[in-house]
């Protein structure tokens, strides 16, 4: 029988890939999970175009490989000590405290439910799972109060997003992991850009409420400003943060102790919230297994695929397009950002950066930029795709929670103010790497 290998070296380099992400493409529609569906392209094509053995040998490497790594130990244990977090009612905390402390202003609480997004998506590590539990509490007081929809909405769903950047990141350790490069370095480079979204979402709050005073209404007079409260209430992921940042910045940790730590304190936190029983503690290890073994699976999936896009000669199909001795450095940084705006939009945060780390990279590589700034700029624009119209993820997953209350448009208009506060971050970021740089360099 005429096999397909014979003839499949005969194409080139772009048909090869283009065809391979056709395929991919179709899986996904037929809803195969990510991970699967990149292991069955890879694996398929390979076979394909160099037999079985190949195939087999570049399978088991990349799943003993991924299986066996010492980083991406710390992505279960960061999981668990989020779901234990969440089980323990941290995000209650973060809410309340952040309301403390700013409820007398006009926004106030769009400004907490932007707070509490940070803080909490930094514990739980996904920014779907950040808006899903914020959301619906976020979104209650805000009615209550008389926001508009739009601010409200719009707040929560950008909010979600910047728990990707805020150490500790199970997104970016995934992406150390891919470009082989130190995870607490990453870390120590994410504070100062991750600080900056935050500021500039608060920024947008506040210029909306002022631009727009029927968005938010007359602040209360009787909600006091109330940090002391703020602090008591929100003890427990203060500590949580201190004891895990602070150990591992400090030297006293590696990152996996960080997150064994964490998982520990958030263990301890759960039993002495009153809400700990068997079922629940099942459930949380049930949830941290079940999305470690998603992660673990689209990561080996994700290599296999990349393996044969470097067999394919991926590399000379997108320097055929995006080349760095041919286009000026803006050029190509813009051509990725769209790229990355696009897949940001459709697929998750984790699927985007596996996918297309192995090719990009070099290409930065070559251009001479710091593969950690430019981890700090993949993980934002991924963020940023989540919201951006029309199939950002988290203003679906606010839509889930709002129901019918609010229009998917209205939470559309709502992310645009803050869609352009993330422009204006893409821009410094990409203008002044020292954003991202210069903390690491004077910790060093």
């Not at 909490?120 to 539990?133: D, L, R, Y």
């Not at 895990?244 to 997150?259: I, K």
């Not at 994700?302 to 760095?324: C, K, R, Y």
Request: glycine share 12%.
């Amino acid at each position: 029988m005429l096999s397909t290998a014979y003839f499949a070296p005969t194409l080139g380099a772009g048909p090869k890939v283009l065809a391979s992400f056709a395929i991919l493409y179709l899986l996904a529609l037929a809803h195969v999970p990510i991970g699967v569906a990149l292991a069955i392209a890879g694996l398929g094509a390979v076979l394909l175009q160099m037999g079985f053995r190949p195939a087999l040998l570049i399978g088991t490497n990349n799943l003993t490989g991924s299986l066996s790594s010492v980083d991406l130990a710390a992505v279960p244990l960061f999981l668990m000590m989020g779901n234990l977090a969440v089980a323990a009612g941290f995000a209650d905390d973060i809410f309340t405290a952040a309301t403390a402390v700013f409820g007398r202003l006009r926004g106030g609480h769009a400004l907490a439910a932007v707070m509490g997004c940070a803080g909490f998506g930094a514990i739980s590590g996904s920014s779907v799972a950040t808006t899903a539990t914020l959301g619906g509490v976020a979104f209650r007081e805000m009615q209550s109060r008389g926001y508009a929809p739009g601010l409200s909405t719009g707040s929560i769903a950008a909010g979600g997003t910047l728990g990707a950047l805020i150490p500790p990141s199970v997104v970016l350790i995934i992406y150390c992991v891919i470009s082989e490069i130190s995870i607490a370095k990453a870390f120590t480079a994410a504070i100062v850009p991750g600080m900056l979204a935050l500021a500039l979402y608060v920024a947008s709050v506040l210029i909306q409420v002022r631009l727009r005073p029927d968005a938010a209404p007359v602040p209360d007079s009787s909600e006091t400003f109330a940090p002391v409260y703020a602090l008591r209430i929100a003890w427990r992921p203060i500590t949580l943060f201190l004891a895990v940042l602070g150990g591992l910045y400090g030297g006293v940790f590696t990152v996996q102790e960080a997150a064994a730590v964490g998982a520990g304190f958030s263990f301890v936190a759960w039993l002495m919230s009153g809400r700990a029983s068997v079922s629940g503690l099942f459930e949380a290890l049930r949830d941290a297994a079940g999305t470690s073994a998603g992660l673990y699976l689209l990561i080996i999936g994700a290599n296999i695929f990349g393996s044969h896009l470097n067999f394919a000669g991926m590399a000379q199909a997108l320097e055929a397009v995006i080349n760095p001795d041919t286009l000026p450095a803006w050029a190509v940084l813009t051509l990725l950002a769209i790229m990355y705006l696009v897949l940001g939009s459709i697929f998750d945060t984790v699927a985007a950066v596996v996918i297309t780390v192995p090719f990009v990279l070099p290409i930065i590589l070559s251009m001479g930029f710091d593969p950690i700034w430019w981890g700090i700029v993949t993980l934002t624009l991924v963020e940023i795709g989540m919201i951006t119209p029309p199939i950002g993820m988290n203003v679906f997953v606010m839509k889930a929670v709002v129901g019918n209350r609010v229009r998917l448009s209205t939470i559309f208009g709502g992310v645009l103010p803050f869609l352009a506060a993330d422009l204006l971050r893409m821009v410094l970021l990409i203008a002044f790497p020292a954003i991202s740089l210069w903390l690491g360099g004077v910790l060093s």
